[in-house]
């Protein structure tokens, strides 16, 4: 895995927002991460994704090296910074890459900024994470849990559950989820706006071309995934084996191979930048 380039801040509104650029004049790739994570989850793409591309990867507001600004976080605030972002790089257009809420920002940036973003990747994502009863109840019982037992404690469950036989990705996940233990008021808001994120009436408006990639041992995000799919105007859906949520990570190079044929084929030509 290779290590990402030097940190890079530019202000975006309210934040100092972090970011890595490989540079060079491939066309312009976008990453996003996870909740809780930072731009080190992409490490996996960097140098495949990197010798065909210009290649961005942000810490979101409030995550890894990005200030966190006006609270409440929230999505469209999310992605109108990472519009910001585009802006301060002078890049017109982008292939946008998300991964969960990384996902959920995208979506929002192509909504609201559809003239930015070239494709979309979604990665393990949701238009809405309460779209079916069971996943609504679930998500009102769990912050409650989470209240109880504690970041920490959440957070060793869940990176277990995610990542159950490889401890060195645990640890990994661990390290960047813990940094939110003594910010539980962060962590908070940022649960609030993804269990509250709902874009599924929207969909039909988001018209570029978009892959949407999941893992197969994680169901609970197959029906969302072909909500998405039914959804979005032009999108195709690809389950990817042996990978659960953690799908860049577990499968890195099934992944990069994806993303690379996806923007090869479906991207057009070249954009203005």
Not at 10 to 31: E, F, K
Not at 110 to 125: E, G, K
Not at 160 to 169: G, I, K, V
Request: hydrophobic fraction near 45%; proline fraction near 7%.
């Amino acid at each position: 895995m290779t290590a990402l380039p030097a940190t890079q801040l530019h202000t975006v509104g309210d934040i100092q927002l972090a970011y890595v650029d490989s540079g060079g004049p491939g066309t312009p790739v976008l990453l996003v991460h996870a909740a809780y994570l930072s731009k080190q989850a992409w490490e996996a793409q960097w140098t495949a994704l990197s010798a065909h591309h210009r290649v961005i990867a942000v810490d979101l507001r409030g995550h890894g090296e990005s200030s966190a600004g006006i609270w409440p976080f929230s999505i469209p605030l999310v992605a109108e910074d990472l519009a910001g972002l585009l802006d301060a790089l002078g890049i017109r257009r982008a292939h946008v890459c998300g991964h969960a809420l990384g996902g959920m920002a995208a979506l929002h940036l192509a909504l609201q900024h559809p003239d930015r973003v070239r494709s979309l990747v979604l990665v393990d994502t949701t238009a809405s994470v309460q779209s079916t009863v069971m996943q609504a109840v679930t998500a009102q019982l769990a912050w409650p849990v989470i209240a109880l037992t504690g970041i920490r404690r959440q957070a060793t469950l869940m990176t277990r559950a995610l990542a159950p036989n490889d401890q060195t990705l645990q640890r990994t996940l661990l390290r960047q989820i813990l940094t939110f233990e003594d910010r539980p008021e962060a962590y908070r808001v940022i649960w609030d706006a993804m269990m509250s994120f709902e874009l599924l009436a929207d969909l039909p408006r988001i018209t570029c071309p978009t892959l949407i990639l999941i893992g197969g041992r994680h169901p609970v995000t197959h029906g969302q995934a072909r909500r998405l799919q039914a959804g979005l105007p032009d999108a195709e859906l690809r389950v990817i084996p042996r990978a659960g949520h953690l799908v860049t990570m577990e499968q890195p190079a099934v992944v990069n191979d994806f993303l690379l044929r996806f923007w090869n084929e479906r991207s057009g030509p070249p954009p203005l930048v």
